[in-house]
């Protein structure tokens, strides 16, 4: 499998690496778990349940650093500091990261978002914030609340517009029909060990109410009681719906 990796600046100083697997396929951008690498996907076998549309020429896989450590799982930090502190990574993100993914892929591929538990925030809050450039997302086991993350102090706008369960519930005019006729979201969560503990179990049909009553498109898939929050279940989701997108 082709793989390499590379290690970017946005240019406000931020700075990661990306790890890249494939030749050819839909740009998949994807985001680790809390405080988890580029290798996180590797080393877990998730590239290896994407392996067989990677060396189709189906998808590529570029998968990122994560800077929650200085961010959202800085505890010490109010939450609202903390949702300030994200602004950096959103600026990698999108100044570093997604110009190199369409530097290799051609500047109008549609990037898919993808993701696991805090991961799986990043997706789907990516998409929300910017689905012009990222019209799907895969979401694997979320949970997508920060006020529910070790939260204290008060709660402003950097928390307010980072926090899809507050915002998607106030989405409305123009701004929604154009994400009606934009996004596709695909929310999965098992039902077994940690999922409850996680917040996941919860707050996956919660945002899957919360787009129904926006119409937006999506879809959620419950698994069961002995799918627990961990890398197991994730390569079997990842199996079942990452063909989906391509």
Same mark, same amino acid.
Not at 122 to 134: G, K, M, T, Y
Not at 201 to 225: F, N, Q, V, Y
């Given at each position: 499998?082709?793989?390499?990796?590379?290690?970017?600046?946005?240019?406000?100083?931020?700075?990661?690496?990306?790890?890249?697997?494939?030749?050819?396929?839909?740009?998949?951008?994807?985001?680790?778990?809390?405080?988890?690498?580029?290798?996180?996907?590797?080393?877990?076998?998730?590239?290896?349940?994407?392996?067989?549309?990677?060396?189709?020429?189906?998808?590529?896989?570029?998968?990122?650093?994560?800077?929650?450590?200085?961010?959202?799982?800085?505890?010490?930090?109010?939450?609202?500091?903390?949702?300030?502190?994200?602004?950096?990574?959103?600026?990698?993100?999108?100044?570093?990261?997604?110009?190199?993914?369409?530097?290799?892929?051609?500047?109008?591929?549609?990037?898919?978002?993808? *993701?696991?538990?805090?991961?799986?925030?990043? #997706? =789907?809050? !990516?998409?929300? +914030?910017? %689905?012009? /450039?990222?019209?799907?997302?895969?979401?694997?086991?979320?949970?997508?609340?920060?006020?529910?993350?070790?939260?204290?102090?008060?709660?402003?706008?950097?928390?307010?517009?980072?926090?899809?369960?507050?915002?998607?519930?106030?989405?409305?005019?123009?701004?929604?029909?154009?994400?009606?006729?934009?996004?596709?979201?695909?929310?999965?969560?098992?039902? *077994?060990?940690?999922?409850?503990?996680?917040? #996941? =179990?919860? !707050?996956?049909? +919660?945002? %899957?109410? /919360?787009?129904?009553?926006?119409?937006?498109?999506?879809?959620?898939?419950?698994?069961?009681?002995?799918?627990?929050?961990?890398?197991?279940?994730?390569?079997?989701?990842?199996?079942?719906?990452?063909?989906?997108?391509?």
């Amino acid at each position: 499998m082709r793989h390499y990796s590379v290690h970017l600046q946005a240019p406000n100083g931020a700075s990661g690496t990306v790890a890249a697997y494939g030749h050819y396929g839909r740009p998949v951008l994807v985001f680790p778990t809390e405080k988890g690498n580029a290798w996180e996907w590797a080393d877990n076998g998730m590239v290896g349940a994407a392996e067989e549309l990677i060396e189709a020429g189906r998808v590529k896989l570029y998968c990122v650093d994560s800077f929650d450590v200085d961010t959202w799982s800085a505890h010490h930090l109010p939450l609202e500091d903390r949702a300030r502190a994200h602004a950096a990574y959103d600026s990698w993100i999108l100044e570093a990261v997604v110009p190199h993914i369409h530097g290799d892929t051609g500047a109008d591929a549609g990037i898919l978002t993808a *993701g696991c538990s805090l991961g799986a925030y990043h #997706a =789907l809050n !990516s998409a929300f +914030r910017r %689905a012009d /450039l990222f019209p799907e997302a895969l979401c694997l086991s979320g949970n997508y609340d920060p006020g529910t993350w070790n939260a204290w102090g008060e709660h402003g706008d950097a928390v307010y517009f980072h926090n899809p369960t507050a915002y998607v519930a106030n989405l409305h005019g123009d701004h929604l029909d154009w994400l009606r006729s934009r996004l596709h979201l695909v929310l999965v969560c098992g039902r *077994g060990q940690w999922e409850d503990t996680t917040g #996941a =179990l919860a !707050s996956t049909p +919660r945002m %899957a109410e /919360l787009l129904a009553a926006k119409g937006i498109r999506h879809e959620l898939d419950m698994w069961g009681p002995d799918t627990p929050h961990d890398w197991p279940s994730w390569r079997a989701q990842l199996a079942r719906h990452l063909p989906e997108f391509c």
